[in-house]
Nanobody, 117 residues
Framework: QVRLVESGGGFVQAGGSLRLSCAASGIVFRINDMGWYRQAPGKQREMVAR???????KYADSVLGRFTISRDNDKSTVDLQMNGLKPEDTAVYFCYANLIASSTECWGQGTQVTVSS
């Protein structure tokens, strides 16, 4: 299958920036969409941003204009640049990928992002 490994989480003050990176390995030629989801304590996991193989993007309304997702198909990586961070962005962020012609979804182990007020 596909293994996803995230990096780049951490602690930042409100208004600051962080960049998350995710590297895929395994049968990467079968990866279709990639993206980032997050889950805050006591809340359901929610979509933050997604990107197709062709580069079409989709963002949650709460991050539109602050976060930017990018992807390198040759390197099988997806990044999330997060600017203007707010305390409500605090969550565990998960890298996501789905596979072409399959219902299989792949998840990373998650990386913690904490934004202080």
């Amino acid at each position: 299958q596909v293994r996803l490994v995230e990096s780049g989480g951490g602690f930042v003050q409100a208004g600051g920036s962080l960049r998350l990176s995710c590297a895929a390995s395994g049968i990467v030629f079968r990866i279709n969409d990639m993206g980032w989801y997050r889950q805050a304590p006591g809340k359901q996991r929610e979509m933050v941003a997604r990107i197709t193989r062709s580069g079409r993007t989709k963002y949650a309304d709460s991050v539109l204009g602050r976060f930017t997702i990018s992807r390198d198909n040759d390197k099988s990586t997806v990044d999330l640049q997060m600017n203007g961070l707010k305390p409500e962005d605090t969550a565990v962020y998960f890298c996501y990928a789905n596979l072409i012609a399959s219902s299989t979804e792949c998840w990373g182990q998650g990386t913690q992002v904490t934004v202080s007020s």
